[in-house]
């Protein structure tokens, strides 16, 4: 199972490569040369020790000879220089186009995936984990295969010179070799422990990073620095764990692999002193089968680097194949905008939060979604805002399905906003602007005085020159939100949804913003979320959601005399309203 996860971790590995295998090829190609130009000095050295001990006594056969291992020695640097650039371009090329896929990816999946998955994981895969193929992919593929294809071609040309001293060079492998497979026992199932283990301090930081305002406020940074403390304690502690297993493999692989001369050179002696091997090939072989042992334990070291990509393209797969929102490229023309859902069944994973809506949404008219906290209101609104596919049943737009309205053709039918929308780090100017490019800046002053947020927006120094910061931050909830509003009614689209988007103002400036927003949409069409039920008495239609059905619909005053539900939370809501006013 494991394999077969590797290897189609593998595959997807090859497929992203594609287009550029061609530069890896070269560059295995001229890192081969690199490492055969490395192995020069080590003839030359042999053939000088030879000459000396014949009593060659010629200066210039040294001269020529440390020529040779210098160029050899130059040649080596020069081509590995030369395919590390090559597998490097070709590497940044292939993170290009992950990168591009991921990306490309989350403008096609259902925007509530994004919304429902932490922006850190997003950034984690986008931007860690596609760098951290780089060494596998630069390094390991030309590095790896010429490390492992020298030594075969020295033990072969061992093998040429004297099979039994070939043999004999290769003593120390096998117990290398038990070494290693000591080493990278149960490697996946730890690899991913540890994988986890780091998941898990990596969540606990941000929980306590962006958690640290709550922290502070109610004193719980002890509590929370103990936990804190406590995974990054448990990540240490596997790490260190781990590598105490797998230590005194480590330790002997290292120091018997490399020990070839332990049996080249008593061998070697003995064959040399029974006349069976001449001190030229005696020579030879004990410096050449010095340099066997090393690109061999070299290519070794990437192998971490290979068992860990499985895990890497995994979680980038992960993003890559979610399933997108199928919708076709094509505009296509919409009778009108009344709204239509049939028998909507929808579930978040395996479990159903809506059993079969149908509701009628007719267009010019302001609708309120009403209900208990968790009733299914936002999730109504997201399935017509078209942020996730119902599981079943249907939305219509006039006459279509909403299915079959391209994207860019519906973000010009349809504006959400919802509590939480996103302010860019720039001028006020320009995150209103966002809502239409087009729109000068006296068509942004204009909607802003028309959504009521033009007199708070003059109070700032900088007016609209201001700079509301990373997510707005500059900005209280309320003044965000009023922002966003203005952007939502710039684009001047027929249906908008506001879901919730006045929750953090105060009782006043919602009523501001109701009115203001009640006269902007005047000839469109309105779905509103309000939890304050007196902002949605004058809808012309009251939807009460409960448990993921339509409980009742009609006028405030229908409903306060046909549903019991409503009566009760208008009753609440009334009683609410009353205490804010008698504790002022
Ligand atoms: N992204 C999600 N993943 C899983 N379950 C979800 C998700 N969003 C909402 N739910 C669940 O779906 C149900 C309906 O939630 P929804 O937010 O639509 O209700 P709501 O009526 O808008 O609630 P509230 O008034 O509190 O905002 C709830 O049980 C909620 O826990």
Redesign the pocket.
Do not use: A, C
């Given at each position: 199972m494991d394999r077969e996860k590797e290897t189609s971790s593998f595959s997807r590995l090859m497929e992203f490569t594609k287009g550029f295998q061609g530069r890896y090829v070269l560059s295995v190609i001229i890192a081969i040369i690199g490492v055969a130009c490395g192995l020069i000095p080590y003839f030359m050295v042999s053939k000088m020790l030879v000459a000396l001990l014949d009593g060659n006594k010629e200066v210039s056969f040294y001269v020529t000879q440390c020529l040779i291992a210098g160029v050899g020695y130059l040649g080596k640097s020069l081509f590995h220089n030369v395919s590390t650039y090559i597998s490097h371009k070709a590497t940044f090329a292939v993170i290009s186009v992950i990168r591009y896929q991921v990306v490309k990816k989350l403008s096609n999946v259902p925007l509530?995936y994004i919304?429902?998955t932490p922006s850190g994981k997003f950034k984690d895969t986008t931007v860690e984990k596609i760098d951290s193929i780089e060494p596998t992919l630069a390094h390991v593929v030309p590095e790896m295969t010429s490390n492992f294809l020298v030594p075969i071609a020295i033990v072969i040309y061992l093998f040429v010179i004297d099979w039994r001293m070939a043999l004999v060079s290769l003593i120390t492998l096998p117990v290398g070799f038990i070494c290693y497979m000591g080493m990278m026992n149960g490697y996946g199932e730890k690899y991913a422990g540890m994988i986890e283990k780091e998941k898990e301090m990596s969540a606990v930081t941000v929980e306590y990073i962006n958690g640290i305002e709550v922290i502070k406020a109610f004193n719980q940074s002890a509590t929370s620095y103990k936990r804190f403390t406590t995974v990054v304690r448990a990540y240490s502690n596997y790490s260190i764990n781990w590598m105490r297993s797998v230590q005194i493999y480590f330790a002997m692989g290292m120091a018997i692999w490399p020990a070839v001369l332990v049996g080249v050179l008593p061998v070697g002696a003995y064959f040399y002193m029974t006349g069976s091997l001449t001190s030229a090939s005696f020579i030879m072989i004990m410096i050449l089968s010095l340099g066997i042992m090393g690109p061999l334990l070299a290519a070794m070291g990437y192998t971490d680097d290979l068992a860990k990509i499985g895990a890497i393209v995994k979680d980038i797969c992960e993003v890559i194949d979610q399933p997108e929102l199928i919708r076709p490229e094509k505009e296509t023309t919409i009778s009108d905008y009344d709204i239509s859902l049939k028998d909507v069944h929808f579930s978040?994973?395996d479990?159903e939060?809506l059993h079969g809506i149908n509701l009628e949404i007719p267009k010019n008219t302001v609708t309120a979604?009403v209900?208990?906290?968790?009733?299914?209101?936002?999730?109504?609104a997201?399935l017509i805002a078209s942020l996730w596919d119902v599981s079943s049943g249907s939305i219509s737009i006039g006459d279509k399905d909403i299915k079959d309205i391209s994207l860019k053709q519906f973000s010009h039918v349809m504006t959400y906003v919802s509590q939480d929308n996103y302010l860019f780090d720039d001028t006020i100017m320009n995150n209103i602007r966002m809502g239409n490019p087009d729109a000068s800046d006296e068509e942004v002053v204009q909607i802003a005085k028309d959504s009521g947020c033009h007199e708070f927006i003059m109070s700032l120094e900088q007016g609209y020159q201001t700079i509301v910061g990373g997510a707005g931050g500059h900005l209280s909830g309320g003044e965000r939100q009023r922002i966003t509003i203005a952007r939502a009614m710039l684009r001047n689209t027929p249906i908008v949804i506001l879901d919730?988007a006045t929750a953090y103002t105060d009782p006043e400036n919602e009523a501001v913003i109701q009115r203001a927003v009640a006269k902007l949409v005047d000839g469109k069409t309105l779905i509103v979320?309000a939890?304050r039920l007196s902002t949605i008495t004058d809808s012309d239609k009251i939807v009460v959601?409960d448990n993921?059905n339509i409980h009742a619909q009609g006028t405030h005053d229908e409903l306060l005399k046909s549903d019991e539900l409503y009566k009760s939370m208008w009753l609440s809501h009334i009683q609410s309203k009353d205490k804010e006013v008698s504790n002022v």
């Open positions: 509530g919304l429902d978040y994973g479990s939060v979604f209900g208990p906290s968790g009733g299914g209101k936002s999730t109504i997201k919730e979320i939890h959601v993921g």
